[in-house]
């Protein structure tokens, strides 16, 4: 009857948090009318949400003892259990993965792929057809997401995006910006009468440069024909290290006392914390009440980093900025763009040609940051982006991350301009609300929505265009060879040593 009893009020306490997170108020709602609707959007939508993905299942007992097996091994950072449900390349692992830095810590066994072209990149794929204890859907391709035909049918357009976290989004998460956008622009296309329908592959994948991407678009996008290929990502080629020539050393740790291993307690609500609303609350109550702090005072007096929601105190430093680099008016032709971008520009070049040679078109997004000089943020509820800024950015100011992010910006609007693509300049639009954000890039279920949102009122202009001049929807689709065989394959290992 004890038994009985808690599991019927722990069901009902769990059916009210999402009932009452169903009736709280979006964070997004109040920028709402301030996001210009594209002709023949309307404002109603915006609440409404994709329909259940027809590829959704329960996932395995096999892959539920993976996450176990991962639990088990006491190696559990960051995204290491769902990278166990990754494919990785087996270029870029190697012949022995007990010698790889960061897979040596699997549980045993991963999975891996051999690529086509003997090439590095892309460092992993989704495994196929899956859907993870982690919450991730994929299609046949990999992607996350519904299916999607191979052969290009009449009377579709197809949208393919390309980017890193911030466009796959997280796993556990119920939508991907993406699946939003697609969804919403089947609605639009039923509002008007138009006889034509929107498929969207969303090729993204957390934790991957610009040469990943290209690899992607030339390997697994440009075989499925996209009419249009968007381009979101501007983070993990972020590095400002070569603008620092006397760059202070990077923290060891957080400037806060650092908190004991993960009992059971805390690993079960973890895994629970994928699936359940009441899990994740009781998760986000410990983390704010419970986080250790550091009782030697900072150096601005005002007790531990981040205590106030300011930025934390940074050691000196000069940033010299490449000489005759014209930060205004930059040449893209240059070798020695800030923050990696003329490698990301030649990539980009990569990508714009596949993308024409399957008869596609490329756009580019401006990448949003929420970081900005001075921004004072909530010290409990808005810590997971103080940490990333101060100290996953350390030491760099708030005041040159923000600068960089306006140059990066401009450089990818004037390459935009220079090839005669499409600009969509999604950062000027995307509010600065740390209640939309997980951290400086990444948002929440909600901010991944407005997120969506204003990617809609973007690509209309460009889908009316296309509609208008009859290029869309093709009559006629180029023979394109089909995707290169995906076979996952299973390697299992020991490894004598663990790091850490």
């Known amino acids: 009857m004890i038994l009985l009893s808690v599991v019927l009020c722990t069901a009902l306490a769990e059916g009210m948090v999402r009932w009452l997170d169903a009736q709280e108020p979006s964070a997004a709602l109040r920028y709402l009318d301030g996001i210009p609707l594209a002709e ?56 022995d993965p007990c010698a790889h830095p960061y897979l040596k810590d699997a549980p045993g066994q991963i999975y891996v792929y051999d690529p086509p072209d003997g090439s590095p990149w892309p460092r992993f794929r989704f495994l196929p057809d899956t859907t993870t204890p982690i919450g991730l859907v994929t299609n046949a391709y990999g992607f996350r997401g519904g299916p999607v035909p191979l052969a290009r049918q009449p009377k579709t357009i197809r949208i393919a995006f390309l980017g890193a976290s911030t466009t796959v989004s997280s796993h556990h998460f119920p939508y991907s910006y993406p699946e939003h956008v697609g969804y919403w622009l089947n609605r639009w296309a039923a509002e008007k009468k138009l006889d034509v329908r929107f ?36 983070a993990n080629q972020f590095y400002l290290g070569p603008l620092v020539p006397d760059l202070p050393p990077r923290p060891a740790r957080l400037p806060v006392a650092t908190p004991p291993p993960p009992g059971l307690f805390a690993r079960v609500l973890e895994d629970l914390s994928y699936s359940s609303v009441l899990a994740k609350r009781l998760q986000n109550l410990i983390a704010e009440y419970a986080s250790p702090k550091d009782p030697t005072p900072s150096a601005a007096g005002g007790g531990a980093p981040g205590a106030d929601g ?25 070798k020695d763009l800030p923050v990696s971008l003329s490698e990301i520009l030649a990539d980009l070049g990569r990508i714009d040609a596949t993308t024409e040679a399957v008869g596609g078109e490329l756009a580019l997004a401006s990448f949003k940051w929420l970081v900005a000089d001075g921004m004072v943020l909530d010290p409990a509820r808005h810590r997971f982006i103080l ?31 220079e090839h005669r693509i499409d600009f969509l300049d999604l950062a000027r639009l995307m509010p600065s609300d740390p209640d939309l954000y997980i951290d400086a890039i990444h948002g929440t279920p909600e901010g ?40 996952p394959r299973v390697v299992t290992f020991q490894c004598e040593r663990k790091a850490g």
């Not at 329960?58 to 449900?85: C, H, I, K, Q, Y």
């Not at 440069?209 to 024909?225: K, T």
């Not at 100011?397 to 609007?413: G, I, K, T």
């Not at 265009?465 to 290029?471: S, Y």
């Open 310 to 334: 300011r930025e934390w105190p940074k050691p000196e430093y000069t940033l010299v900025w490449p000489t005759g680099v014209d930060e205004t008016d930059p040449d893209l032709a240059r």
């Open 387 to 417: 940490e990333y800024l101060n100290f996953g950015y350390a030491p760099f100011r708030y005041r040159d991350l923000e600068r960089l992010a306006v140059f990066q910006n401009r450089v990818l609007e004037k390459y935009a301009k």
């Open 199 to 234: 498929e969207v592959l969303n090729a993204g994948r957390e934790s991957i440069g610009s040469p990943d991407i290209a690899a992607i678009m030339r390997n697994e996008v440009a075989p499925l024909a996209p009419d249009l290929v968007v381009y979101y990502e501007g």
């Open 40 to 95: 023949g959007v309307q404002r109603a939508w915006f609440a409404d949400d994709p329909p259940p993905l027809p590829n959704r299942r329960t996932f395995s007992a096999s892959d539920a003892e993976l996450v176990r097996r991962v639990e088990a091994s006491g190696v559990t950072d960051g995204t290491r259990r769902a990278d166990m449900f990754k494919v990785w390349n087996s270029v870029f692992v190697g012949p």
């Open 448 to 487: 991944i929505r407005l997120r969506g949102w204003v990617m809609l009122q973007l690509l209309v202009p460009v889908v009316d265009r296309h509609l208008a001049d009859g290029t869309w929807p093709k009559k006629s689709f180029p023979a394109v060879p089909p995707p290169a065989p995906f076979e």
